[in-house]
């Protein structure tokens, strides 16, 4: 009982601490999608801003931003945070799905700038100050990602080659995957990192981007389109760090944070009922993973005891073996029930063997009656011919009579005309 008891103690504290730092790290104004939805009007998305071409504007759902619809093509769309990133330690988790055609076509960037970019890609970007990461299928291979950097001094609308001036890449099939990408941008004091479905991209300790900026995500696709959606970006900090920078900032930077952190502290004075729904609904989901932890504790605890002892196990084993005994004392009663039944069918088939002999004789009726017709239907068929056809004698003096009766008619015929008066003109 005292190991279960400990057990139980522990998962509690760590699960109570895990939703403590949790808690403490997410920046609301910077993030969304973190409990599951993105919108709660289907209209605005809470300290974002929304920007599309000439059409339209990025589609919004409960759980999902469509940042490029399937139809038509050549679509944009952005969304850029309205407050800035205040410390220079952070992660970005960002959750999306590309869906489209075998051969469609399209690219997706997400920014930390210090201006917004509206709906441009890194190729019609210009003279951007900050990073870009882009995730498009550069090159044939099926897909990649790929970092770019930029001080402000270089075109990238202008630039020749704007590929080469890439300082990391992976490749990565991110199309039609069926599942969602998670995505991780992470910046501390020893190194920037991309990661990819928790697989480093590519790593640098030489890059420091400053604070200061705001995160950005733009998207366009092809003329035949790829579909980009956006479920979640939840941008991540150090109170550590954050406290380290007020001691370790002049006096203005100092009093420019302390006015926001007077902010915050109004904000969360003044939540909103959503807020306050959102706090219940954690509340209630660690109180439901408490309790199944307990129940799980409890039910394993009571397994262990009833095995220990040599009635409950042997109570267990009845209890497994009554069933099985219960089948098979069915199955043995279906069984005599089948063997019933063939034998009916068989005595009945025996006790109808008669019917044989009657088949055999009438097929023996049926041949003889058969032979006979071919033996005497020839001769009497002949019979019959020759009782009803005249003897050929019989009809060849029919015929020369015939033919004496011709001659004698046209022999007459002849004299008398001869022998007719003639007339002259």
Not at 119 to 145: E, H, N, P
Not at 334 to 341: D, G, K, P, Q, V
Request: glycine content about 6%; charged content about 20%; aromatic content about 8%.
């Amino acid at each position: 009982m005292g190991f279960f008891s400990g057990v139980r103690d522990v998962a509690l504290a760590a699960l109570l601490v895990l939703r403590a730092v949790h808690a403490e790290i997410p920046e609301p104004h910077l993030s969304f999608g973190e409990t599951g939805r993105v919108s709660q009007d289907l209209k605005s998305v809470p300290h974002w801003q929304l920007e599309g071409d000439s059409t339209s504007l990025p589609q919004l759902l409960s759980d999902r931003i469509i940042l490029t619809p399937p139809w038509p093509g050549n679509r944009r769309g952005a969304l850029w945070t309205e407050k800035k990133m205040h410390t220079n330690e952070w992660t970005v988790e960002f959750q999306f799905r590309a869906t489209g055609d075998e051969r469609g076509g399209g690219n997706l960037q997400v920014w930390y700038t210090k201006e917004k970019q509206g709906t441009k890609s890194v190729y019609t970007a210009g003279k951007f100050d900050g990073l870009a990461l882009v995730v498009d299928t550069y090159g044939g291979r099926g897909g990649s990602i790929r970092g770019f950097l930029n001080d402000g001094t270089t075109d990238y609308n202008s630039h020749h080659h704007v590929d080469s001036l890439a300082f990391g890449h992976c490749d990565y099939p991110y199309r039609n995957l069926g599942r969602l990408t998670q995505l991780v941008v992470k910046q501390t004091s020893t190194a920037f990192e991309v990661t990819v479905d928790d697989k480093t991209c590519f790593k640098s300790e030489q890059i420091r981007l400053p604070a200061e900026y705001i995160f950005g995500i733009s998207a366009a696709s092809a003329e035949n389109p790829d579909t980009f959606e956006a479920f979640k970006f939840i941008v991540h900090t150090h109170p550590e760090q954050i406290n380290n920078n007020q001691h370790n900032s002049p006096p203005q930077q100092q009093k420019q944070n302390q006015q926001h952190q007077h902010q915050q502290v109004q904000q969360q004075h003044q939540q909103t009922p959503q807020q306050s729904s959102i706090n219940n609904d954690v509340l209630s989901d660690l109180k439901h993973h408490l309790q199944s932890i307990s129940s799980q504790l409890d039910r394993l605890q009571s397994q262990l005891s009833e095995f220990t002892s040599p009635s409950g196990v042997t109570q267990k084993a009845l209890s497994r073996i009554s069933p099985a005994a219960d089948r098979i004392e069915s199955l043995n009663a279906r069984m005599i029930s089948l063997e019933t039944i063939v034998k009916a069918i068989h005595k009945d088939l025996e006790n109808k063997g008669d019917y044989t002999q009657h088949l055999t004789d009438l097929q023996n009726v049926v041949r003889e009656s058969h032979s006979d017709l071919l033996v005497h239907l020839p001769h009497s068929m002949a019979q019959i011919v020759q009782s009803v056809v005249p003897r050929l004698g019989t009809l060849v003096w029919v015929m020369i009579l015939g033919q004496v009766c011709l001659a004698v008619v046209y022999v007459g015929y002849k004299r008398r005309r001869a022998n007719a008066p003639k007339k002259y003109l």
